[in-house]
């Protein structure tokens, strides 16, 4: 651990990193300082883009909530580049800021949604034709989160969904083309939590996007979260992705702080992986076991002492 004359008597500090509509913690989270007190280590709230901070004296700097990131993808990147102690690393942030990752996955064997990619440069290319899926699909951004810029589509809304995928090139983002799995309506998709690798807990969430035949829209359909004990198939999946990602990122997969994995099951049963999220995901500490705090905080131990070999 570093030498750092703010310590208070030895004990290390970490910095939460959150953004400025939200400087202190989320309602979710607001267990988290006094389980890594309870262990030993002084924690604050900080908004990652405030100048009066030192992120870089901070034994460790946790991101968490800085949910203002997706409008400022470069500047976010380019800061967590500058922290020296950032969990998750700063490589590890660009890769899974970018949903490409999920063909990445595929390609090493894991079972993912099906995904194809339509780059802006496509259109470019002359392919003004995209092939598109003959049953309902979803057209999303590949840089993203909160379902921003995601949308469902009928197979005969074709040119509603072109028109979509033109405002996500318009703007040089690429664009994931899925087919949507009604699993999501029926019984959601499961969220698993990991700290340092390690599984801590499980949780339900319910469908987010407005049906593609409701031309009216209602936000915010979904139902839950839920707390969850995830089925032996859907936790072993969740084990293949962070082994399969600790291997595409040469690290070994307990240097994941925390990551959650969000699978669904597709037509046949089978769980397939949604997205992965190493860079602030909502991890739902409340509808958690009274301990999941506290395992949060021995996996930042781990990390401090990982840092300090
Ligand atoms: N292929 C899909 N099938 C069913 N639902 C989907 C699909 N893709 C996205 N969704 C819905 O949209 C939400 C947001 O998409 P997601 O890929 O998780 O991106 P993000 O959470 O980063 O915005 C999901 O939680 C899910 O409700
Ligand atoms: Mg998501």
């Known amino acids: 651990m570093t030498t750092d004359p703010h310590r208070a008597g030895g004990r290390p500090r970490v910095l939460l990193a ?47 909530s800085t949910w203002d990131y997706t409008s400022r993808m470069k500047e976010f990147v380019d800061w967590c580049e500058s922290v020296p102690t950032l969990a998750n690393p700063a490589r590890v942030v660009r ?15 894991v079972p993912v949604t099906p995904t194809r990619v339509v780059e802006p440069g496509d259109r470019a290319r002359g392919d003004n034709n995209p092939e598109l899926p003959d049953r309902e699909f979803v057209v999303k951004p590949t ?11 009928l197979p005969e809304q074709r040119e509603r969904a072109l028109l979509h995928l033109r405002s996500l090139h318009d703007e040089g983002i690429p664009a994931l083309v899925q087919p949507y799995q009604p699993v999501v309506d029926r019984e959601g998709e499961t969220a698993l939590v990991f700290f340092g690798g390690v599984y801590s807990h499980g949780f339900v969430k319910g469908p987010l996007l407005d049906p593609a035949d409701d031309a009216t829209g209602s936000a915010g359909l979904g139902k839950g979260p839920f707390a969850t004990d995830p089925a032996p198939e859907l936790r072993r999946v ?12 040469g690290v070994a997969r307990y240097e994941f702080l925390y990551a959650r994995v969000d699978l669904v099951r597709g037509e046949d049963g089978e769980p397939m992986l949604l997205e992965l999220e190493l860079i602030e995901p909502r991890l739902n500490f409340l509808l958690a076991d009274r301990a999941a705090p506290l395992r949060f905080a021995s996996a930042v131990r781990a990390e401090l002492a990982r840092r300090a070999a």
């Open 238 to 249: 969740a084990e293949d992705v962070l082994d399969a990602t600790g291997e595409l990122l």
């Open 18 to 64: 959150t953004y400025s509509d939200m400087p202190e913690s989320h309602e979710d989270e607001r267990s988290l300082s006094a389980a890594l007190d309870e262990l030993g280590i002084d924690s604050r709230w900080a908004v990652w883009d405030s100048p009066a901070e030192s992120f870089e004296t901070a034994d460790l700097v946790v991101l968490r």
């Open 95 to 109: 890769w899974n800021s970018d949903k490409r990752y999920l063909a990445e996955l595929a390609e090493a064997g």
């Open 143 to 153: 840089v993203g989160a909160g379902s921003w810029g995601a949308a469902r589509f």
